[in-house]
T-cell receptor
Framework: DADVTQTPRNRITKTGKRIMLECSQT?????MYWYRQDPGLGLRLIYY???????NKGEISDGYSVSRQAQAKFSLSLESAIPNQTALYFC???????????FGPGTRLTVT | DAKTTQPPSMDCAEGRAANLPCNHS???????VYWYRQIHSQGPQYIIH?????ETNEMASLIITEDRKSSTLILPHATLRDTAVYYC??????????????WGLGTSLAVNP
């Protein structure tokens, strides 16, 4: 089984809808991250969490919110989806004392 | 936060060494250099990282120049499965001493038979 899972893997939604992307990890890591990837722009950090009670905005948090339900779960919500939020979304985790991040398989989100 | 510059694309023959360059001329003394790769649109995969010294693991070697303004990732015997986008990343800082990764556009490496 994969260490970092994301659901759904693909989603098409309409403008104005609320949508939640979920991430779960079995690595026992404290730190979790949400990124989005757009063609030609690389990965950009949306939110990150260093433990259940610590949540921080990344460079592009506007229009997004997150919830850290447990050490193993970190959800990303789009309260009112808009077309320019169409992107590939990745969740990642890392251990507090190590530096490499482990990524999930991604969620491809299309907002029409 | 330091930024990186990489060639947009490179080719390599299967079985040969792939040498991927990266410039990070504004890197500061406490920033690390990381390399990740992304195959198709899968989640990025960590390869290696370093601060000052050259590093080697089972996947690759990382050569960092003495002035730390550039580095080279070496895949010693490239295979077709190494075809991917390779990202050179310099770690910046979150608030406090925690580190974040600043992603550029990467190098698209094509390994040819």
């Amino acid at each position: 089984d994969a260490d970092v899972t994301q659901t759904p893997r693909n989603r098409i939604t309409k403008t104005g809808k609320r949508i939640m992307l979920e991430c779960s990890q079995t690595k026992g890591h404290d730190r979790m991250y949400w990124y989005r990837q757009d063609p030609g722009l690389g990965l950009r950090l949306i939110y990150y969490s260093f433990d259940v009670k610590d949540i921080n905005k990344g460079e592009i948090s506007d229009g997004y919110s997150v919830s850290r339900q447990a050490q193993a779960k970190f959800s990303l919500s789009l309260e009112s989806a808009i077309p320019n939020q169409t992107a590939l979304y990745f969740c990642a985790t890392s251990d507090t004392d190590r530096r490499e991040q482990y990524f999930g398989p991604g969620t491809r989100l299309t907002v029409t | 936060d330091a930024k990186t510059t990489q060639p947009p694309s490179m080719d390599c023959a299967e079985g040969r060494a792939a040498n991927l360059p990266c410039n990070h001329s504004t890197i500061s003394g406490n920033e690390y250099v990381y390399w990740y790769r992304q195959i198709h649109s899968q989640g990025p995969q960590y390869i290696i990282h370093g601060l000052k010294n050259n590093e080697t693991n089972e996947m690759a070697s990382l050569i960092i120049t003495e002035d730390r303004k550039s580095s080279t990732l070496i895949l010693p015997h490239a295979t077709l499965r190494d075809t991917a986008v390779y990202y050179c990343i310099v770690s910046g800082l979150y608030a406090g001493n925690n580190r974040k990764l600043i992603w550029g556009l990467g190098t698209s490496l094509a390994v040819n038979p």
